[in-house]
């Protein structure tokens, strides 16, 4: 018996993942707002909670997930990064604040033949301007009497300062300097200016100062979109790898796909 094409249901989309967000703040509900849009269905979140407690470990009444998602407090990050690992869930990480057991942890990950992705920030825009800020140290090496700063604004409920996307600036910035002059430019000489302002989402500038003039590379988000788009771009690439990872993982992977995983 033939079948009425109108009748006949196809679905040639995959299935939705499941994904638990750990850490429910402004960027854990900006996650959740867009998620059903980019494939995803969230079927746990972390409580609201103002502050965050020392050694937070997941609970193990936990639904079946195929990704989380960390954007907590430093406080609690290497808690739920070891849980997820000791569970063999992949997890994203955002939070910063918290890299002195990043080597602990991803021991931990290679041993459980795990995944986790670590990033400063999510936003691709930012890892152009990290780009174009290497580009510039790198066209600003002849000119002695220009000195580097960072600075950064941040909302006032950020936990860390400086960001760790400035960090992660000064760390890009110094690889680029001769070592003939790290005496002058060396990472430890790169000073970061941190404020804290009621309302800004993320601002970062590169400046090259001299006594006559300065010359700035700056990077400013309008909003958290940005941020939680990327996130869910990397939770869905990392379901089925295994390793340690960051963003630009991902994106160098959508430049030039990588079939090995």
């Not at 869930?89 to 991803?106: E, F, H, M, N, S």
């Not at 459980?112 to 992705?117: D, E, Q, Y």
Request: a negative charge.
């Amino acid at each position: 018996m033939s079948q009425n094409p109108d009748q006949m249901v196809t679905n040639n989309h995959p299935p939705m993942l499941r994904i638990g967000l750990l850490g429910y703040g402004k960027m854990g509900k900006a996650i959740h707002r867009m998620a059903k849009d980019r494939g995803f269905e969230v079927v746990w979140h972390s409580p609201e909670q103002p502050t965050w407690p020392e050694g937070f470990v997941l609970n193990e009444d936990l639904p079946d997930m195929d990704v989380a998602i960390e954007f907590s407090a430093p406080s609690a990050a290497t808690g739920h990064i070891q849980s997820c690992l000791e569970r063999g869930i992949p997890v994203v990480v955002g939070t910063t604040g918290w890299y002195a057991d990043y080597d602990q942890l991803a021991q931990l990950c290679r041993t459980k033949k795990g995944a986790m992705l670590c990033a400063t920030n999510f936003s691709i825009g930012v890892h152009l301007f990290w780009e174009f800020a290497e580009r510039m140290t790198q066209w600003m090496k002849p000119w002695d009497n220009y000195k580097i700063e960072i600075e950064e604004i941040h909302h006032t409920e950020k936990k860390d300062a400086p960001s760790g996307t400035a960090l992660t600036l000064k760390e890009r910035v110094a690889a680029q300097l001769d070592p003939s002059r790290l005496n002058r430019f060396s990472s430890a000489n790169i000073p970061i200016l941190s404020h804290r302002q009621d309302g800004v989402v993320g601002t970062h500038q590169l400046i090259f100062r001299s006594d006559r003039d300065d010359i700035s590379l700056q990077h400013r988000a309008f909003d958290r979109d940005a941020f939680a788009e990327g996130a869910l771009r990397a939770a869905q690439w990392i379901v089925g790898k295994t390793g340690v990872f960051d963003f630009g993982d991902v994106l160098r992977d959508q430049i030039s796909p990588d079939t090995n995983q």
